[in-house]
């Protein structure tokens, strides 16, 4: 008796412990995500501001302006890019190691995005800003004409896909259209043999 009661606690323990910790895991599960999604909202509240921003200091003349459309720019190119690529990514291995490549001008874009941020943002000196905007915008150019080569290549390579899937249906539906037009009508019986019997048979 006394046994079949410690093997009854062991099992509500044993329980208890499982419960505790699938809680405890799904409460983390459910802070990973709210975490992750504050700071998905945090990062769209931060570049609708951002983007904001420089919609309206894109407009200025000088070297302000220019500086803000060299960044937006920037963000076009590499933005749309990067929605070419993941489009065709799950379909295109290919396209998975472009996708890398773009990360890695990614780094190199933000790199740019902050300088060009703090030059206009934390020097007075206009003249001295204008003389080191222009190999700044050059460094934008190069990004933006990488980005723009990698997304080209990219709709080239879609489009020739698409291509040939519809050339290679077309081959097909012309062998099916041709077959269904090319019937032979079935075989007649023979006269005297049906029912399997001949004329003597019948007698």
Known sequence: MEGGMEIAVAVMVLTFLVFVALAVRTV???KRRAERAGRELRQKVNRTVSEA???A????PGVIGEAARTRRELRSALDGTRGVLRAGAADDPALRESLALLDQLYGHARQLDGELE????GDPDRGWVASRLPALRERAQRIVRSADSLRQAALERAHRHDADALNALHEQIAVEASALRHWAPAAQPEPGIEGGKGPQERR
């Open 118 to 121: 703090t030059l206009v943002a």
């Open 57 to 60: 200091r894109a407009v200025q």
């Open 53 to 55: 921003t420089l919609a």
């Open 28 to 30: 983390r599960s459910v």
